[in-house]
């Protein structure tokens, strides 16, 4: 799939790119991946994200002892229509994968779910702080994805105010029959891997989220959010290239 | 995702089907499933399809020492209409999850290409075939994915006779636009972690490979390979609930 971007410049993101001015030193992380990832070399042109819409042109000054970056333009990308996901805990060790994923498909809000059927497991904020990053990369997006703290349904449906709302539901209408639009912000609930209990799917319904079917047969957690990322990013991609491309 | 399947009885997959009879015992790993995984008792009824379009309905009638079943129906399903990947190799040690959902999605066949910029690793057929058997189970399918041994990009396209011909490509027309609809046979060529080399695209084009975007940003092999099974599982599942559910 990369074949289009292989003459393109290394991807980087630095979340302070709004404040640095015009030639500062990179350390940590993101300088490493330069070196040693990119291979990156002196006089090289390199793009940079703040993952908040700031998308800037950099041109690699010195590369030792410190990297020293300069800029020569920048542009702002305006904040992508929403696509919110409310996720139930999958099954086993498939949050991972599940965040890059989402990520890198073009997911605007990962919201874990706490619900009667599944809790999350704690510790991984760090790790998934990477993988967003490292899909940031990926996609060369102006944008990152954002990683909400696990919360209750309730606390969950409250907080998003996306019109389109689907309810992942194998007994629910066609997804294909049901296409948010281009320009349609949407949230999608997914149920744990042992599903929403019944009273959880009332209250969703209550709120707007219409059963929806993504495929003929049953899916797991993690498949079905991901059936629900590929199907908005493809509607979205409709429009012509994202402005979001470096 | 599961409410709706919560009562339905455990799903086996038991390729010798059509030849064992009214009343058989079952042994090995199906067995240790049935018993430890899905908790079944004498009585109760479990379902089985052979992977290959036979789904019948069991009747438990001794647990111990030895399972013993009895038929009680069986019913066949048409073949699925053909949906077929080849697809290069992704970066790292990501086949094994894109396989397991390449199966829950309903992709038919799953022909991993050898490329000039991409190897699949040796030695996975047995997990492979493993994890095409869960996926079986998680969607309770009459039809397993076929797993075809690696092979070169030219054999693999002499191979597809799919007429609805995808290449993923950042810059290609948008997927929505060209939906295959729910009975067409369809085939898409992903290409490695690195991309396709020219020469390479070129000889899918001359095939018949369309070149087809899938998301405003550049994509992973593996999440394109899933974003076309997503795209596919909806627009097939739009004709209302698939036959091959039991």
Do not use: N
Not at 35 to 45: F, N, P, S, T
Not at 93 to 117: A, C, H, I, Y
Not at 195 to 207: D, H, M, V
């Amino acid at each position: 799939m990369r074949s289009a971007a292989e003459a393109a410049p290394g991807f980087i993101h630095v979340p302070a790119l709004r404040t640095l001015g015009s030639r500062f030193t990179l350390e940590g992380e993101e300088a490493r991946y330069l070196a040693r990832v990119v291979r990156a070399r002196e006089r090289e042109q390199v793009t940079a994200s703040d993952g908040a819409g700031l998308v800037a042109t950099l041109r690699i000054e010195q590369l030792k002892p410190a990297l020293v970056l300069a800029l020569e333009s920048a542009r702002e990308h305006p904040r992508p229509i929403s696509a919110r996901l409310l996720c139930g805990a999958p099954e086993g060790e498939r949050g991972d994968w599940l965040v890059e994923k989402l990520g890198e498909l073009g997911v605007t809000d990962f919201q874990p779910v706490e619900s009667d059927r599944g809790r999350w497991p704690a510790g991984r904020d760090e790790r998934w702080e990477r993988l967003a990053v490292a899909a940031l990369r990926q996609s060369r997006s102006a944008w990152r994805m954002a990683i909400h703290p696990a919360t209750g349904l309730i606390d969950a449906m409250a907080a998003a105010r996306e019109p389109v709302r689907w309810l992942a539901d194998p007994e629910g209408e066609a997804a294909s029959a049901r296409s948010p639009g281009a320009d349609s912000a949407a949230v999608a609930a997914i149920g744990p891997g042992s599903g929403f209990t019944e009273p959880e799917r009332k209250a969703l319904r209550g709120s707007g989220f219409e059963p929806v079917r993504l495929a003929a047969s049953r899916l797991r957690t993690e498949t079905a959010a991901l059936a629900v990322a590929a199907l908005w990013a493809a509607s979205r991609s409709a429009d012509g290239k994202s402005g979001a491309q470096a």
